[in-house]
């Protein structure tokens, strides 16, 4: 099969994916999915409303975040690789275009996906999970960075050596732990401090789903600019030894 053809099928398996996504988010939210069959089962079966509303979140947010991971999967196949370049290797960014071409984007794409798959809904469902606690937002934030990290990792560092073409070296799959660890916590944090900032600030916004979907979008923006300096760190971290720059060079103010 020729380059051409290859590049021609993935491009059409995106556009499906695409328009799955886009269907699914669709009837999810016009019908009753298997969150709610699953809640009912359960609590037919043993007249707890408590758990029955524990699994009915925990599988509505994998759910979520299995959409959201298809649309991202597609985004991230054309950016991801671009913006690790800039990361770690310092470029401009016309240089890091023209080190990228389409055919490796739709390679990528092959890696992109199956990873979201796990790292969206992972992400999710244990902070659904922390919910049903006691504990503060910005607590189960912190737990939750700290989980994420620790158990995602390995996918992070996977997708990081595909995106850039670099070997998968098996004892560099917890590469940059501290820097990413911090990074996920402050994210955690952030999104767990400011989903209740931004809900009593704007409270006429937080009773619909239009105004719902934009509190949670501009919760994430914080969340990723309070996060970025130690994802900086995490790319001094994941630099080539025979490419490294020095500290000073690396963190230049006006980047």
Known sequence: MTPQRVSRRAARLLVMLVAGA???LCCSSAMPGPAVVMAAASSAGSGSEGQSNFITKVVGAAA???VAACVAAVLSAFT????NRLLVERCTVSQAINSVKLQDCLKFFLTTFPTNMLKFPIFEVINIMLSFTSLSGAVRGIINGALFCTIMLPVTNYRFRKSMNLPVDPALLYQAYPPTLLRDIA???ARGTFAGVLAKAMPGLAGEFVGKSFLF??????ACVISSPFNEWRGFWLQQPSKKLPFSQ??????
């Not at 690396?250 to 980047?255: H, L």
């Open 187 to 189: 994210y955690g944090w």
């Open 80 to 83: 991801e690789p671009i913006v």
């Open 64 to 66: 979520q975040g299995a």
């Open 217 to 222: 979008g501009l919760c994430v923006l914080i």
């Open 22 to 24: 886009a269907f699914a």
């Open 250 to 255: 690396f963190f230049k103010p006006e980047r």
